[in-house]
């Protein structure tokens, strides 16, 4: 008993340290990304600090696994290097028993990592993608910065409001886009008493809408101009590609995800079962991959461990992919029973080997 707390404790340790550097890491460099957004206009400032704290709990569900995978490696490491493997073995502890010892603070870890990814993640995505979707964030928020003109679509999109109320209305716009043409470059001017961003629930998707204004388009240099006033004029925003669909599925809760039959939805699913999952399977392989002695040490060995892990997480992404294209929960199970075969046959090898050997003899 008294070995299996030592051990236990030994790995969440060295798994608390690695994962506090994973986490300063990933929070540094997300949090780098966004106020470089908050810099351009990309992102409302008074945003940024939500939206991050929303984010955490979808930071540790892919950080637990990996901390504790290489927290693992390097506190059985440890054992093997201070030769205190020998006496555990002298006492009887075998691999088997040593994989059970392991096991106990990765399902410990593991149950962690399902509360994260199956109910405290998709909360606090949802909490975050209603900031992102709100009219003052995302590239709405270009179009809303009192007092300056802002380029966008790399220079071909300008636009300019004179003020912006606190409910995001704005006052006195201008717009200028340039579309290219056989002819030349085709330039489109309006100006608008108000405009704000519309959010349409049915969609999703959020459109400029100009109130009592002018719209002039026409070809520079000839007499080729159109000129229209409006009482109402709306536009829709791009989304940037990739990112909509995904925030959205993130943000979904898992008990809906559980009653869709959308592919996208069941990928999302599957996903999020499979990261607890994981774990006590790269426990066994870290166990398995933390053979070492005093001559090499303890991070001998962390370079391929590394690398079958990165392998294991790309494969269970190509899964995901195989899924939304029509595949079924098949795929991430084999995936799981490959990796756990693996993990046993390199738990077992110095056994396997010493029987083939004995046998060949």
């Not at 939500?50 to 892919?62: A, I, R, T």
């Amino acid at each position: 008993m008294r070995i299996r707390r030592y051990i236990a404790h030994d790995i969440l340790v060295n798994t608390a340290a690695v994962c506090t550097v994973l986490f300063l890491v990933v929070f540094s460099s997300r949090f780098m990304s966004y106020l470089g957004q908050a810099a351009v206009g990309n992102l409302p400032a008074d945003v940024l600090l939500p939206v991050m704290l929303f984010k955490l709990p979808s930071f540790f569900e892919l950080i637990v696994p990996l901390g504790f995978f290489i927290g693992t490696l390097l506190a059985i490491g440890r054992l093997y290097t201070d030769s205190e493997m020998v006496v555990l073995r002298a006492c009887g502890v075998g691999p088997g028993k040593l994989a059970s010892f392991v096991i106990v603070p990765a399902l410990v870890a593991s149950c962690l990592v399902a509360v994260l990814t199956l109910l405290v993640s998709p909360l606090g995505a949802e909490r975050a993608q209603i900031l992102l979707d709100s009219p003052r964030s995302v590239e709405g928020l270009q179009v809303m910065t009192p007092g300056r003109f802002r380029k966008q679509r790399d220079g071909d999109y300008v636009t300019y409001a004179e003020s912006v109320d606190e409910s995001g209305v704005m006052n006195n716009v201008f717009v200028a886009e340039r579309q290219p043409s056989e002819r030349g470059d085709r330039l489109t001017i309006t100006f608008a008493e108000s405009g704000a961003i519309r959010l349409d629930e049915s969609s999703a998707t959020r459109y400029f809408e100009l109130r009592n204004g002018q719209r002039f388009r026409g070809l520079p240099g000839t007499p080729e101009f159109e000129a229209a006033q409006f009482a109402r004029y709306g536009e829709l925003i791009p989304e940037q590609a990739g990112l909509s669909g995904a925030r959205r599925l993130s943000a979904i809760e898992s008990s809906v995800l559980w009653h869709s039959e959308n592919a996208k939805e069941r990928a999302e699913l599957y996903w999020r079962l499979s990261l607890p999952t994981l774990l006590p399977i790269v426990a066994l392989m870290a166990l398995a991959l933390s053979r070492t002695d005093a001559r090499r040490g303890r991070f001998a060995r962390i370079g391929m461990a590394l690398l079958l892990f990165l392998l294991y997480f790309i494969a269970l992404t190509q899964a995901r992919t195989a899924v939304e294209d029509g595949a079924g929960i098949t795929v991430f199970v084999w995936v799981h029973v490959f990796f756990a075969l693996l993990a046993v046959v390199q738990l077992n090898w110095e056994r396997l080997s010493l029987r083939s050997r004995r046998q060949t003899a």
